[in-house]
């Protein structure tokens, strides 16, 4: 037969309470035989199998449901030779440390809740650097599942050069206890699964639990902020520049079109020997070329006004490739066209012309002529349509790219520089936006986002003349 073990508790509180709801259910369980001290007035005597608080002392020892009646009545300590053999004691301190551990899980539960569910990504690592809390956020995040990451060192999300400094970091902290990041928030990058780069704004803090440090790091992805940032800049920048510009281009102007106008009449006239003809056909030829920059520069510096309308991208794409497949510069490249579906987009199919020219311009001018292009339109994020410029040029390094959009950035002898500017500025006004990367296998991608026409978005309705 099994050993029955007795159990009293010194002392009753809710933690006792919880033993002993639990204890009544669980046949395997301490039987209970008492609770010693006062409960108002007399002793407190419950059974395992009846439990019922009694209200007096005689009720007790008259009740065949106690197993046992132990009296106790009026002593401080337990003789314990009056207790049957195998009766534990269960002090009041422990029940009462019981009930302390109970609320801290309690909250403990809670704040896990809290952080699990946190927008920030909240990370944990012990003393070796590895990871022993990742949040839904972190995983969103990084593109790690909370299962993949556990015990793993913290070092799979943070970029490369920074992974040993971070560990020396925590070593030392661990060391000396002392750390100029702890309890502060900074801004530094992050590394996701697919190996992007991106910036974050974190907060370190640290907690001791059982002799051990916790380090805790909630991070925020500023990609999106900082965008938004270099955005504002930009725009700032670029309207600044353009309003210098509107007036250079306005002063330089006027003289201009004077001094083409006399070289044009002069040319007209008989009796120039053949080196004045020379060098008044020069004076012309540049004179054209700088009205030329200077219309440039103007799109540019004024505001665009947008003649827009309904765009079919297919056709669209389709024919202005076409004719320029038929022109010289094309002689040696392949310009191909791919169109997914039947984009319809608000456009001025003028400016999309002068942003598709543009690129291509540039296409032929990064592969020397020779080579192949490919137009193509497909469904982008929601309710966007992605074109996507294709060669397979000299290609541009991928940290210069956002230098290339830069007013006057050119690499070219000829070149104005004034070409993805304006085309980004033409694609901004149409709610879009445009980027660039280099080509995996050489050359370049420019991308351009535009949205999709709204359902049921159409032309202002054409006036019908009254008769
Ligand atoms: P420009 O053509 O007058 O130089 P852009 O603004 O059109 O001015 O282009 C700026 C610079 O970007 C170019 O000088 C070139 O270095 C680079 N670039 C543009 N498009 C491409 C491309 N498809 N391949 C390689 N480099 C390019
Ligand atoms: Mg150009």
Not at 28 to 43: A, F, H, K, T, Y
Not at 128 to 135: G, L, Q, T
Request: charged residues 30%; negative net charge; aromatic residues 6%.
């Amino acid at each position: 037969m099994e050993k029955i073990l007795n159990a009293i508790f010194l002392g009753w509180n809710s933690a006792a309470e919880c033993l002993w709801d639990t204890w009544s259910k669980a046949s395997r369980s301490p039987r209970v035989v008492g609770i010693l001290g006062p409960v108002d007035e007399g002793l407190l005597f419950r059974t395992a199998h009846s439990p019922r608080v009694f209200s007096s002392w005689k009720e007790v020892k008259e009740s065949a449901a106690i197993d046992l009646v132990l009296d106790f009545q009026g002593r401080d300590t337990v003789p314990l030779k009056e207790l049957p053999p195998g009766t534990i004691l269960i002090p009041k301190e422990v029940t009462d440390l019981m009930g302390e551990l109970c609320t801290v899980a309690q909250e403990g539960v809670k704040y896990k809740g809290v952080v699990e569910t946190a927008r920030d990504a909240v990370v944990t690592i012990d003393e070796s650097h590895r990871i022993v809390f990742f949040n839904k956020a972190a995983e969103e995040m990084f593109g790690y599942s909370k299962e993949e990451v556990m015990g793993q060192d913290l070092s799979i999300i943070i970029p490369r050069p920074h992974k040993d400094r971070h560990r020396e970091y925590v070593r030392r902290y661990v060391e000396t206890r002392r750390g100029k990041f702890i309890d502060h928030t900074v801004d530094l990058t992050a590394e996701r699964r697919c190996g992007e780069e991106f910036p974050i704004s974190i907060s370190f803090s640290v907690a001791e639990l059982g002799g051990h440090l916790l380090m805790t790091a909630m991070m925020r992805d500023m990609s999106e902020v900082k965008a938004m940032e270099r955005k504002l800049l930009q725009n700032e920048r670029l309207a600044s520049i353009g309003r210098a510009l509107s007036f250079v281009t306005h002063e330089v102007k006027n003289p201009l079109v004077v001094i083409g106008g006399f070289a044009r009449s002069l040319l007209r006239e008989s009796g120039l020997s053949h080196g004045q003809r020379e060098k008044l056909e020069i004076i012309a030829g540049e004179v054209k070329r700088l009205e030329g920059l200077l219309e440039e520069i103007q799109d540019f510096s004024k505001p665009l006004r947008l003649n827009r309308e309904r765009l079919h991208l297919g056709p669209f794409l389709e024919g202005e490739i076409s004719i320029l497949r038929d022109s010289e510069i094309c002689r040696e490249v392949r310009v191909d066209v791919s169109v997914e579906g039947d984009p319809v987009v608000r456009a001025d199919r003028e400016r999309l012309r002068q942003v598709l020219v543009n690129l291509i311009k540039n296409s032929l001018e990064a592969m020397e002529k020779r080579g192949n292009i490919l137009v193509k339109a497909a469904q982008g994020s929601e309710g966007h349509v992605e074109i996507t410029v294709e060669d397979d040029g000299k290609g541009i390094p991928e940290d210069k790219v956002e230098d290339l959009f830069q007013p006057f950035f050119t690499t070219k002898p000829g070149g104005t520089g004034l070409g993805l500017p304006l085309c980004r500025k033409i694609v901004g006004d149409h709610g879009g936006e445009m980027s660039m990367r280099p080509r995996p296998g050489g050359g370049t991608i420019v991308t351009i986002r535009l949205p999709l026409e709204e359902e049921g978005e159409e032309d202002p309705p054409r006036e019908v003349p009254s008769r």
